[in-house]
Structure formats: C-alpha cells, structure tokens
Nanobody, 117 residues
C-alpha cells in the first residue's frame, strides 16, 4: 500500500490550500478516507472522514472551512482548506481505511501546513 500526499505549504491567514492524497494497493472505492492533523505540542486529531458509503464527517472546527472530497476514478482524496487560521498550522496526514475495514493502519507521510502572516 502506498499513500502519497501533496499540497501543503505556507499561506497567509484567510488563504486557501488544497491537499491531495493518492492511494495505491487498496480497493479505493471500498475504503473510507480520512484526514488528520497534529499541531506542534498537541495530539493527533481527526479533521474529516469520507466514508466508502458516501457519507462525510467533519470535526466542528472544520465545518464550513475544511472540506473533504474524493475521486474514486483517481484513487484520490482531497482536503480543501479555506479561510485558514494560524491555529490550523499542523502536519496533515491522510489515512486510508477505518479499523473496521482493515486490520492494518495505512498512513501517508504527512504534509506541513503553516498559516502565518
């Protein structure tokens, strides 16, 4: 299984970024996809999940600003990040699957997002 993330960077407050996560080695359309983040000195937190059934979950802090999507034809998941705040600064990681779907955990390498003026 290979998971490759891209799209991180530095942006000013109020700006936008789009993170991408491309998966190989799994049946993508049968896999729920999630984005997590870890800010400096803080624990890992779930940002959003796009379930294989088509439903979506967004954490409260993400609603209206950070939006998960997926394209099964490209084996890709995305995180559109708008109206970014300094507190969104973190390493963002993509996870393929849920504990109920696979016995192993599949993670991308993480991509740094820095929101700073």
């Amino acid at each position: 299984v290979q998971i490759v993330e891209s799209g991180g960077g530095t942006v000013q407050p109020g700006g936008s970024l789009r993170l991408s996560c491309v998966v190989s080695g799994l049946t993508f359309q049968s896999t729920s996809m999630s984005w997590y983040r870890q800010a400096p000195g803080k624990g890992l937190e779930l940002v959003a999940t796009f379930y294989k059934t088509g439903g979506r979950y967004h954490a409260d802090f993400a609603k209206g600003r950070l939006t998960i999507s997926r394209d099964n034809s490209k084996n890709a998941a995305y995180l559109q990040m708008d109206s970014l705040k300094p507190e969104d600064t973190a390493v963002y990681s993509c996870r393929a699957g849920l504990a109920s779907e696979y016995s192993e955990e599949y993670w991308g390498q993480g991509t740094q997002v820095t929101v700073s003026s």
